[in-house]
């Protein structure tokens, strides 16, 4: 009789976890926004003067889903990229280039509840959609390049929706200088940090699960309420000597 109570109580544990577990969605869509630090690598000859950054926006949309800790993330993104260049007496200029970006992530994540930290890696190819440089040089800026992405993340999942912080590290794997007489070795990069919120694809068909994880569990409650009840009145019952 003991080893049963114990054991439906074990089971109800069990149910009562996976109902949790089942909040984080394995496929999911969402939106996010926020801010975009971005330079320039320049290489040798940068210290002929002082750089800062370029801050911008930075947002998208994206796509993910999970198999247990490991999960694929596709995004579309639009991301303010450049630099400030001071060259003293001389005067500043600034660089402005607005890509929009294709990005493929591989990510490891560690469900803690309803919260889920992680780190991701991958790589994404930006398509540049506008150029503002001194001198007439936007046309010398190439169409694409070609991007590394590191960084990590937080999740927090509720019954219909999740929402996260972000920030990762973009590191230009390409020069985005199209001048083949150009000495210079140019390339992007920076720190974008956003914050969004996620749906689930599936939301249906995980509350019916959900639903129906919490009835059993509710079933094993009330079994094995039953047998410590029924365990009692039999003690009650028993003749005294």
């Known amino acids: ?52 950054n370029r801050t911008g926006f930075a947002g998208g949309l994206f796509f993910q889903n999970w198999w247990g800790l490991l999960g694929g993330q596709a995004e579309l993104n639009y991301i303010q990229k450049g630099s400030k260049l001071s060259f003293g007496s001389l005067g500043e200029e600034e660089t402005k280039i607005d890509y929009l970006e294709l990005a493929a992530l591989l990510k490891l994540g560690i469900p803690l509840g309803i919260v889920r930290p992680g780190v991701f890696g991958g790589i994404g190819i ?43 590290y973009n590191l230009g794997l390409s020069n985005i200088v199209d001048d083949p007489s150009s000495i210079l070795d140019v390339k992007n990069k920076g720190w974008t940090f956003q914050a969004g919120v996620g749906f689930p694809l599936r939301y249906r068909r995980l509350a019916a699960r959900r639903r129906c994880r919490r009835r059993r569990q509710h079933e094993l409650t009330a079994r094995a309420r039953g047998s410590l009840d029924s365990r009692a009145r039999s003690r009650l019952e028993q003749p005294r000597s």
């Open 1 to 52: 009789m003991r080893k049963s109570i114990v054991m439906a109580l074990a089971l109800s544990f069990v149910f009562v976890s996976s109902a949790q577990a089942q909040v984080m969605f394995d496929r999911a869509w969402g939106v996010k926004a926020g801010v975009s630090v971005a330079e320039a690598d320049i290489g040798d000859i940068d210290e002929t003067f002082s750089q800062s």
């Open 126 to 168: 930006d398509i540049k959609l506008s150029c503002d440089i001194p001198d007439d040089g936007s046309d010398d800026i190439k169409s694409t390049d070609w991007v590394g992405i590191f960084g990590g993340d937080v999740a927090v999942y509720f019954d219909a929706f999740s929402i996260f912080g972000d920030a990762r």
